[in-house]
C-alpha cells in the first residue's frame, strides 16, 4: 500500500530549510485546510498515474477551524490531518522501524 509513505510525505517530508515538498499541501495547509483522506488510485488519469502513482490527496476546509490551523501550521509548522491519516503515518513508522530492525 501507497498510502502510509504518501502520509509520511504529506506530514513529515521537508526541505531543507523545514517547509513540506509539496507545493499544494503548503498552499491548502497554509490556508487553514486539514489533511483529510488519501486516496490511493484517486486520479486514475495518465498524468495522476505517472506524476504520483494515482494518489489523490483530500483537504478540508471547516471554516471554525481554519485560522486555528492556519495559525499552527504558520507558528509551529503543526499540520491538521484527519484521525485516519494519522493513523497511516503511525504505521508507516512501525513498518520502517521493522525494516531497519530486520
Do not use: C
Amino acid at each position: 500500500m501507497l498510502e502510509p509513505l504518501a502520509a509520511y510525505y504529506f506530514l513529515k517530508a521537508r526541505t531543507p530549510k523545514g517547509r513540506l515538498i509539496d507545493p499544494v499541501a503548503r498552499f491548502h495547509l497554509g490556508n487553514g485546510a486539514r489533511l483529510e483522506r488519501i486516496d490511493w488510485l484517486g486520479d486514475l488519469s495518465p498524468k495522476g498515474l505517472r506524476e504520483s502513482a494515482g494518489i489523490m490527496v483530500n483537504y478540508l476546509y471547516r471554516l471554525e477551524d481554519i485560522e486555528k490551523n492556519h495559525e499552527a501550521y504558520a507558528n509551529q509548522g503543526e499540520i491538521a490531518a484527519s484521525s485516519a491519516v494519522k493513523k497511516l503515518l503511525k504505521n508507516e513508522g512501525r513498518r520502517l522501524l521493522d525494516m531497519r530492525l530486520s
